[in-house]
């Protein structure tokens, strides 16, 4: 993978060329940002609890499913309240720190960005801290111009850390987290992906010790940036 840098700009979709290459653009969205998009309800309660750890399950163009960990309890009933967040549930961990899975769409954002996102190897596979997300897209060219003129849209111009030609990877499923590829490689040997199917989904999270609302969200995930490397999207 080769990916220049080009530091310190912001990214318009004029930058992004018109051609069937496939480009990975690692953006920065700052706190000023995401509150523009109308996230700061969102955002605050989880970074005021302690965020230890964030990870994404799906990102659907406009909205995402995330798994966050953070050192306090978040308030489940005031997120719930908010119109945009469409789930919320706490995960029951043996350690000392609380998790919690959040269903969100982004207020600000055109659900067109779906459209784009579709045509895209790797979408979000977000990185936050307390200045803001950095998020990673990966696609033709035409797909990274068009989710990020949608950003331009809702008034934000995402800052531009990487920006480069994407060769792929060794193996598929370096494309996946090491918890997807935990999930995954479990449920085969587990005999998940056998006819008939001897385990259920309850029974694989059972054996990881996770929640079955966590395990399939990180099934789906792994599932569709596995075919993502085999398929060519649809019409």
């Given amino acids: 993978m080769t990916r220049p840098s080009i530091l310190g700009t912001t990214l318009s ?8 290459t496939m480009r990975e653009a690692v953006i920065d969205l ?33 909205g ?26 706490r995960i029951d961990t043996p350690g000392e720190t609380e998790m919690y899975l959040v ?15 579709d045509e895209m190897v790797g979408t979000c596979d977000p990185e936050v801290d307390d200045d803001g997300v950095t998020m990673s897209y990966v ?7 068009g989710a990020v003129g949608e950003y331009q849209t809702a008034g934000v111009t995402p800052e531009l850390r990487q920006l480069g030609t994407y060769d792929g990877h060794e193996k598929p499923l370096d494309a996946l987290t090491d918890r997807q590829q935990e999930v ?9 992906y056998e006819v008939p199917r001897p385990i259920s989904t ?34």
């Fill in 13 to 20: 979709s004029r930058q992004v060329d018109s051609d069937d």
């Fill in 30 to 62: 700052r706190k000023a940002d995401l509150d523009a998009l109308g996230l700061e309800d969102l955002v605050s309660p989880i970074q005021s609890a302690g965020l230890r750890s964030f990870e994404e399950f799906a990102c659907y163009g406009n």
């Fill in 64 to 89: 995402a499913v995330v798994q966050v960990e953070v050192e306090e309890p978040i308030d489940v009933a005031e997120l719930r309240s908010l119109e945009y967040v469409d789930r919320v549930e």
């Fill in 103 to 117: 269903a969100f769409t982004t207020p600000a954002l055109s659900e067109d960005i779906a459209d784009h996102a």
């Fill in 139 to 145: 696609g033709p060219q035409d797909a990274i111009r």
């Fill in 184 to 192: 995954i490689q479990t449920a085969f040997e587990m005999g998940y």
């Fill in 202 to 235: 309850e029974d694989l999270a059972a054996e990881l010790d996770l929640d079955a609302s966590t395990v399939a969200e990180h099934l789906q995930r792994a599932e569709r940036n596995l075919l993502t490397q085999h398929l060519e999207p649809g019409p």
